[in-house]
C-alpha cells in the first residue's frame, strides 16, 4: 500500500511538472533535492489539483471537467523499503512479488484481475505496468533513488472502464518522463 501511494505521489509530482507544461514549456520538480523530473505537457483539458505536497511526499489528482474522462492519482514518495534500490532493475524477484501483491491487497482484487507488463521510460528507467482485466483501474510504478513513483488512472463516475486509449496515453506520458540529478 505505501509502495502504490508513494508511486502515486511521485507520478502526481510528474504529473504537476506536466500541467506546467500545458503551456508549452517543460517543467522541472526536485523531488527532496535527491532527483528532478521533467515531464511533457498534460492530456488536453486535464489539469493537476495538488493535495499534499511535502518533504516526504507528493499527492495530486489530474482531472478533465469534460464527463467521462478518466482521472489519474500521481504520487510520489521516498520509502525505507526501498533504501539502496536505484530502480526496479535492481529489485529482487522478492521484492517484485511484494509490489506486485500491494496491486491486489490495495484494490481488493483478486489473483488474475490484474495483468503486469514491464517497461521503460525513453531513457531506461524500468516501470511496471498494471492493468485492471476489466478496465476498473490502470496504473505505473517506477522507482528511482529509493522513491516510489506511481501514477494511477480510474474510469470517472460517467464510465464504468478506462480505455485501452486512454490507458496508452497514461503510458506515454510517464515514459516520457525524464530524471536528472540536481545541480550542485
Known amino acids: 500500500m505505501k509502495k502504490i501511494i508513494a508511486l502515486a505521489l511521485s507520478l502526481m509530482l510528474l504529473l504537476g511538472c506536466v500541467s506546467a507544461l500545458a503551456d508549452g514549456e517543460k517543467e522541472t520538480v526536485t523531488m527532496l533535492g535527491a532527483f528532478s523530473i521533467k515531464y511533457d505537457k498534460l492530456p488536453e483539458g486535464y489539469k493537476l489539483n495538488i493535495v499534499k505536497n511535502t ?21 510520489m514518495n521516498f520509502s525505507d523499503e ?20 500491494s496491486f491486489y491487497e ?5 489473483d488474475g484481475d490484474i495483468t503486469f507488463e514491464d517497461g521503460k521510460t525513453a531513457e531506461g528507467t524500468p516501470i511496471l505496468i498494471a492493468r485492471g482485466v476489466d478496465g476498473c483501474f490502470a496504473g505505473v510504478y517506477a522507482l528511482y533513488k529509493g522513491h516510489e513513483i506511481e501514477v494511477d488512472m480510474y474510469p470517472s463516475d460517467d464510465a464504468e472502464a478506462v480505455t485501452d486509449e486512454e490507458i496508452n496515453r497514461m503510458i506515454e506520458l510517464v515514459t516520457n518522463i525524464q530524471f536528472t540529478e540536481p545541480e550542485k
Open 82 to 101: 526501498w533504501t539502496g534500490v536505484d530502480t526496479l532493475a535492481d529489485a529482487t524477484e522478492q521484492d517484485m512479488v511484494e509490489l506486485k501483491e
Open 55 to 75: 518533504d516526504m511526499e507528493y499527492y495530486a489528482v489530474i482531472n478533465s471537467a469534460e464527463a467521462g474522462k478518466p482521472f489519474y492519482v500521481l504520487l
Open 106 to 110: 490495495t484494490l481488493e482484487l483478486d
